[in-house]
């Protein structure tokens, strides 16, 4: 539903007669969109999915936060360095002097020793599986000493991206499986929770943050906001101060309205149709482990008319099999690459060319081909309801594809479904995105490594249940060196199998959008200041460095 004006002058004053009487006049509050909500249930857990998403990065602090838009450049938190042993089995950080918690309990080596214990005795707690990455942990003074089960010159970036929290408090929660943590005590700049309703959340200074003299923000200031749609009527008001929205046509709905609207949108990350090698319907099945359809679905697919139409142009075209794209065309092998764009090249003449040399024809003359074997093809492809670029994407795939005579349909449901029919494996196809790094091993990882086909952590991206032991050996092995010609080598490989097999449909290389409002506050990182990854979206932990660059205005 859309909230209207009456209803969020009520939410407003609800929140103010929730806070201290002296709140608004003493504090300072930025206003963030930091995921959407249907409701807002309290859980500050950093370890469980359903937690608020200002819990990590703000209530407890990462050791390192790596720059990825600056080729992962480390940038020291809670930890003053860290280093690794020649033959990258063996990390080391040491924990930074004069650290405390919120409640005033000092920070210490034995914080981060306790944390790792937690995830490997707890392993519904440890999403990314890091437990298998560690042999031991022991601590030398304030050095905290990974020895790693191999050898792994990325293991740094993703130690850091596990919360630690304090032990004097956490020893004593019987099942942290299900801790809401409703009161955290962290270690971060923003701990203490001052309002909370299912609308509305301000989460204020952290007394004891060890880092307080560079923070001039008082207060993040969440509201609830259920999807897109809720987003866009708050922001073109002016309401919210740090966004990332699909705004349709940015400049005329959110830049004319407010001299102070503003926005940058740097390259992002790849999107994809994504197909279901185990779909449970038989036509669909027949249809999709089968190559030359698989191909010529791609082709059918006009991506520039996408991104001119569902993004507003805010978008550059994808057609590396392997999902590259430009941002990461480094790592491309050139004749790979040109050796398999034909067949991620808009054609539907050449579409509907292979689909017939395949032995794909309509057999009942509804205009829609069936299998070789004459099996019904009745495609659904999902997206996330109230992601109006993902569905708008979704239905002109939906017009595409029925021109070239597959029979195909739009499906939306809340995320929750969407994600869990994926987990299932009991979708057909659906639009998705993928995660974002310095080289090309997040995306490829999380997309295409079997081991992401197991379990709920990762829902969206490696669930076409395509595998290929190759293929996960060589992402297994692309971080044992950290010699980059080396890891070019791999690269290369990697790309081959990912393209030669067509797994996914690559659709186009996105933006981060992301909206500041400059009314309350300056020193927003933007085109003329690209200092990070702009997004206020949990899973960015440079957003907390961004923070630290923001002063309220006078």
């Known amino acids: 539903m859309i909230i209207n004006k009456a209803h969020s002058l009520a939410l407003i004053t609800l929140a103010t007669l929730c806070a201290p009487t002296t709140f608004a006049a003493e504090k300072n509050q930025l206003t963030i969109v930091a995921d959407f909500y249907p409701t807002m249930i309290r859980n500050f857990n950093p370890y469980l999915a359903t937690n608020l998403r200002t819990t990590t990065d703000f209530i407890y602090e990462p050791l390192v936060v790596f720059n990825q838009m600056h080729g992962n450049k480390p940038v020291m938190r809670l930890a003053k360095n860290y280093y690794m042993s020649d033959d990258l089995k063996q990390v080391t950080f040491e924990i930074r002097d004069g650290v405390k918690w919120s409640d005033g309990t000092p920070f210490t080596a034995d914080d981060v020793v306790y944390s790792f214990q937690l995830i490997h005795d707890k392993p519904e707690l440890d999403p990314k599986s890091m437990d298998r990455w560690i042999k031991s942990i022991h601590q030398q003074d304030n050095k905290v000493i990974f020895e790693l089960t191999e050898a792994n010159s990325n293991l740094p970036f993703e130690i850091a991206s596990i919360p630690i929290v304090p032990k004097h408090i956490w020893k004593d929660i019987e099942k942290p499986e299900l801790f809401t943590n409703e009161n955290p005590v962290g270690s971060g700049p923003f701990t203490e929770i001052d309002t909370f309703t299912p609308q509305l959340y301000v989460q204020c200074r952290n007394p004891n943050y060890w880092d307080n003299d560079n923070l001039e923000v008082d207060c993040l200031r969440v509201p609830q906001i259920a999807n897109n749609d809720q987003l866009l009527n708050k922001i073109i008001k002016s309401e919210l101060d740090w966004t990332s929205a699909f705004i349709p046509d940015v400049d005329a709905l959110y830049v004319a309205r407010n001299p102070n609207h503003k926005y940058w949108y740097p390259a992002a990350s790849t999107q994809s149709f994504m197909m279901n090698f185990k779909t449970p319907h038989p036509g669909n099945n027949e249809a999709i482990n089968n190559l030359d359809f698989r191909r010529a679905l791609s082709m059918a697919i006009d991506r520039q008319k996408i991104i001119d139409v569902a993004f507003y142009g805010n978008g550059i075209v994808n057609d590396y099999a392997s999902g590259l794209g430009k941002g990461l065309e480094f790592w491309a092998d050139k004749d790979i690459y040109n050796q398999y764009k034909g067949f991620n090249t808009y054609n539907i003449d050449n579409a509907k060319a292979l689909l017939a040399k395949a032995g794909f024809k309509d057999i009942d003359g509804d205009g829609y081909v069936e299998t070789p074997t004459g099996k019904k093809i009745e495609i659904a492809i999902q997206s996330p309801t109230g992601w109006t670029d993902f569905n708008n994407t979704v239905q002109l795939g939906v017009e595409q594809l029925q021109i070239a005579g597959i029979d195909v349909k739009a499906k939306t449901s809340d995320f929750a479904v969407y994600n869990q029919a994926m987990t299932n494996g009991t979708y057909d196809m659906a639009y998705t995105n993928y995660f974002n790094g310095a080289d090309p091993y997040r995306y490829w990882n999380s997309a295409y490594h079997s081991r992401y086909q197991e379990g709920t952590s990762m829902p969206r991206f490696a669930?076409?249940?395509?595998?290929?032991?190759?293929?996960?050996?060589?992402?297994?092995?692309?971080?044992?060196?950290?010699?980059?010609?080396?890891?070019?080598?791999?690269?290369?490989?990697?790309?081959?199998?990912?393209?030669?097999?067509?797994?996914?449909?690559?659709?186009?290389?996105?933006?981060?959008?992301?909206?500041?409002?400059?009314?309350?506050?300056?020193?927003?990182?933007?085109?003329?200041?690209?200092?990070?990854?702009?997004?206020?979206?949990?899973?960015?932990?440079?957003r907390l460095l961004h923070v630290l660059d923001l002063k309220p205005k006078a």
């Open 463 to 542: 669930m076409h249940f395509f595998k290929n032991a190759d293929l996960d050996q060589l992402l297994d092995n692309f971080y044992k060196t950290a010699n980059q010609d080396e890891q070019m080598v791999i690269a290369h490989k990697i790309q081959k199998i990912i393209a030669e097999n067509q797994i996914t449909i690559p659709v186009m290389s996105g933006v981060d959008v992301y909206q500041f409002n400059e009314s309350r506050y300056t020193g927003w990182w933007s085109t003329e200041n690209p200092k990070g990854r702009p997004l206020a979206w949990a899973g960015v932990p440079e």
